[in-house]
C-alpha cells in the first residue's frame, strides 16, 4: 500500500471517531440534563410535601424549576426556586392580607427577581398586571378576554432586581386600574 492511502486510512478513522466521541457527549448531556430536572422536580416534590405545601403553579425555566405555593388553609403563600445543576433551594414565605384584592410574594434569586400574584378579588375581571416603577412601566396578559377560563395566580419575571418605589396594578381589559398595591414587604 501507498503511504497516501495509509495516511487517508488513518485521518479518515481519526475523523470518525472524533465525530462518534462528539455524538456521545452531546448524547450523554442531554441524558443528565434531563436527569437533572427530574431530580430537581422530585427535590421540589418532597419539599413540598415535608412542608405541607400545596402548589399554586410549578416552571420549568431555562436553568430551574420555580414553585409558587400556598399552606392547607391558604393564609400563607410562597415561592421556591431550585436549581437543577446544584440543587440548590431557595424560598421566601408571606402572610397574606385578608383586606387586599391580591396578595404577592417576592424572591430574589441572583440577578433575577421573581413576583408571585395570587388574585383574591373579581379575579375573572384581572386581564393585565401592570409592574410600575423607576420610570418603566410593563403589562403582563394574566387573563386572555376572549378565554372563557382564567386564572387566578401568575408569576412575574424579572432580570433586574426591583429598587425604589414600585407598584403592582391590576388592570381590566381597558386597561383601567381595578387596584393598586406598593411593592414593599
Given at each position: 500500500?501507498?503511504?497516501?492511502?495509509?495516511?487517508?486510512?488513518?485521518?479518515?478513522?481519526?475523523?470518525?471517531?472524533?465525530?462518534a466521541v462528539?455524538?456521545?457527549?452531546?448524547?450523554y448531556?442531554?441524558?443528565?440534563?434531563?436527569n437533572?430536572?427530574?431530580?430537581?422536580?422530585k427535590?421540589?416534590?418532597?419539599?413540598?410535601?415535608m412542608?405541607d405545601?400545596?402548589?399554586?403553579?410549578?416552571?420549568?425555566?431555562?436553568?430551574?424549576?420555580l414553585?409558587?405555593?400556598?399552606?392547607?388553609d391558604?393564609?400563607?403563600?410562597?415561592?421556591?426556586?431550585i436549581d437543577?445543576?446544584?440543587g440548590?433551594?431557595?424560598?421566601?414565605?408571606?402572610?397574606?392580607?385578608?383586606n387586599?384584592?391580591?396578595?404577592?410574594?417576592?424572591?430574589?434569586?441572583?440577578?433575577k427577581?421573581?413576583i408571585?400574584?395570587?388574585l383574591?378579588?373579581?379575579?375573572?375581571d384581572?386581564?393585565y398586571?401592570?409592574?410600575?416603577?423607576?420610570?418603566v412601566?410593563?403589562?403582563f396578559?394574566?387573563n386572555d378576554?376572549?378565554n372563557?377560563?382564567y386564572t387566578m395566580?401568575?408569576v412575574?419575571?424579572?432580570?433586574?432586581?426591583?429598587?425604589g418605589?414600585?407598584?403592582?396594578?391590576?388592570?381590566?381589559?381597558?386597561?383601567?386600574?381595578?387596584?393598586l398595591?406598593?411593592?414593599?414587604?
Open positions: 500500500m501507498s503511504k497516501r492511502i495509509i495516511l487517508l486510512t488513518i485521518v479518515s478513522g481519526l475523523i470518525v471517531v472524533a465525530i462528539g455524538v456521545g457527549l452531546y448524547t448531556t442531554n441524558i443528565q440534563t434531563g437533572s430536572y427530574e431530580n430537581a422536580e427535590e421540589m416534590n418532597r419539599y413540598m410535601t412542608n405545601w400545596y402548589s399554586f403553579e410549578v416552571h420549568n425555566r431555562e436553568q430551574s424549576i414553585s409558587f405555593y400556598t399552606n392547607e391558604r393564609s400563607v403563600i410562597g415561592l421556591a426556586e437543577v445543576t446544584t440548590n433551594l431557595g424560598s421566601v414565605t408571606k402572610e397574606i392580607e385578608p387586599q384584592s391580591f396578595d404577592f410574594v417576592t424572591l430574589q434569586v441572583e440577578n427577581e421573581y408571585g400574584v395570587h383574591k378579588e373579581r379575579p375573572e384581572v386581564v398586571l401592570r409592574l410600575n416603577g423607576d420610570d412601566s410593563k403589562d396578559l394574566v378576554p376572549e372563557e377560563s395566580t401568575y412575574i419575571e424579572t432580570t433586574k432586581p426591583l429598587d418605589s414600585w407598584s403592582l396594578e391590576t388592570l381590566d381589559a381597558n386597561k383601567q386600574v381595578i387596584h398595591s406598593e411593592l414593599t414587604e
